[in-house]
């Protein structure tokens, strides 16, 4: 592991962590971009009940973006791994973004699809160093054993 990657791991993690501290509120409004403070202040002041509770105030707002803020850092945190796990694929098997990448359909009810995606694979044709390429196989092998697949179904196992 050399620097230069070590810091583009940690800008991987980073740059999906930063989202959160452009998030705005939305206040189960469903609003696409969320509230500005200003906004929100317009909008809590027009409800006499809010108002009257003084819940109008910047702190309240600052509650609402934190609380949002931390249930997405979450996710984006998960997002970032993800993220980064695929790049480690990509540099120490040789791999395009491509390889790494899986994504199926699956029908829901009403005739729309859901779209499922592996957080990554290795295609394991796709890896060029035979040395690398060997190790993997061998983890796919020891794997399949561990968790009791079936042999003939081990055998077609290709990443």
């Not at 480690?88 to 359909?105: A, K, N, S």
Request: charge should be positive; proline fraction near 3%.
């Amino acid at each position: 592991m050399n620097e230069s990657n070590d810091n583009n791991y940690l800008a991987i993690l980073t740059t999906s962590i930063q989202v959160c501290a452009k998030y705005k509120p939305k206040l189960g409004h469903g609003a696409k971009a969320g509230y500005r403070l200003d906004e929100f202040q317009r909008m809590y002041r027009g409800d006499p009940f809010y108002n009257w509770l003084g819940l109008d105030n910047p702190l309240m707002y600052a509650a609402h973006k934190a609380a949002g803020g931390m249930t997405s850092i979450y996710r984006q945190i998960g997002i970032g791994c993800e993220n980064l796990f695929r790049r480690i694929l990509q540099d120490h098997l040789g791999l395009t973004d491509e390889d790494v990448r899986w994504t199926y359909t699956l029908p829901r009810a009403g005739g729309k699809e859901r779209k499922l995606h592996l957080d990554a694979r290795i295609p394991i044709s796709s890896v060029a160093d035979t040395a690398r390429k060997r190790l993997v196989q061998s983890w796919v092998r020891d794997a399949a054993r561990r968790i009791d697949v079936d042999a003939a179904v081990a055998k077609t196992l290709q990443g």
